[in-house]
């Protein structure tokens, strides 16, 4: 039995397989101009729909298109009310598609709760979906650390603390151009960011579970008009990220205390932040980044539970 999931993110147009225990994910970002910030969301919709036959070909190469019983895509963000996101469409109008074409179930999941159960399977820790728990979303667009509950075969993700203004992957990025590295900048910046001493980040302010981000962008921008090396600015970034997420989950145990502690997203991958936060479940590399294999497993999971019902 297996599930096809597809995501197709701001930034990465993704088509996954899960089978139960195994899967494969195959990913391509999208292709941004040399120091931009970002994509429009028209722009990234266009290069979905040029990218996704490719992703489906690569499937196919390594065997894994066949015998399908269900197909899962991100359709929006979050499992919330209003939350939207024009790019998402192709991921779900593909699936659909599919699933009609297969006479096969679609389901739809979000793409935070694609996050999680992408970092709970690759992490070894499939049971994490099945329990309450913390977990942090750390991404380009996102810094929020959720407070996690089973729903059936899904999660409910309640947002409990974070940013209250730019999220860490945009302070990464943001950086990372400032820099002169390619966007997004998450991986160049940890690479630069080890050729630097341990120098301290910036103790930011924690306003309960909740802290501010913005100001570091311009004390970046101070660093390198001072003339400060590259990788000391990487270093001092990254430090500030992983103290504030350090800080934040030490304050949330003493409310919820006892919780284990998921890392999803693509900041997630820091390996500063991994030493800064070792007592918690990380996603595998592969799959802190977007990516379809939280919609194929949540896929699978679904149909599972109607075949056993």
């Known amino acids: ?20 225990s195994g899967g494969y994910n195959a990913g ?3 292709e941004v101009r040399p120091g931009e910030l970002g994509l429009r969301q ?27 019983s269900a197909v899962g895509a991100s359709t929006r963000p979050r499992a919330v009310e209003g939350s939207y996101m024009p790019c998402f469409l192709a991921g779900e109008g593909q699936g659909r598609t599919l699933a009609d074409a297969l006479g096969v179930p679609f389901y739809a999941v979000s793409h935070q709760q694609g996050h999680i159960a992408a970092a709970a399977w690759s992490a070894g820790r499939l049971e994490l979906l099945d329990r309450p728990m913390l977990a942090w979303h750390l991404s380009g667009g996102t810094t929020e650390l959720l407070y996690v509950e089973p729903d059936g075969v899904n999660v409910r993700a309640q947002c409990v603390g974070g940013t209250s203004d730019i999220s860490a992957g945009q302070l990464i990025d943001r950086t990372g151009v400032l820099l002169g590295l ?16 341990l120098i301290g980040g910036f103790p930011v302010k924690l306003n309960g579970l909740t802290f501010s981000l913005s ?4 004390k970046g921008k101070a660093l390198a008009e001072q003339g400060r090396p590259p990788a000391e600015i990487a270093r001092f970034t990254l430090e500030t990220v992983a103290s504030a997420v350090r800080r934040a989950t030490d304050a949330a145990r003493k409310r919820w205390p006892g919780l284990p502690v998921l890392c999803s997203g693509g900041v997630a991958s820091s390996r500063l932040l991994r030493t800064v936060m070792s007592d918690a479940a990380f996603a595998g590399p592969q799959y802190s980044t977007d990516n379809a294999m939280g919609a194929a497993i949540l896929a699978w999971r679904s149909l599972r539970q109607e075949a056993e019902a």
């Open 28 to 30: 391509r970002l999208l």
């Open 215 to 218: 100001g570091m962008e311009n």
């Open 42 to 68: 028209s722009d990234a919709l266009f290069q979905h729909i040029k990218h996704l036959p490719g992703r489906f070909a690569e499937l196919q190469a390594e065997g894994w298109l066949t015998s399908l």
């Open 1 to 20: 039995m297996r599930a096809l999931g597809i995501d197709t993110s701001n930034y990465t147009t993704s088509a996954a397989v899960f089978d139960g």
């Open 182 to 197: 390619p966007f997004p900048a998450g991986k160049a910046l940890d690479a630069l960011a080890s050729e630097s001493d």
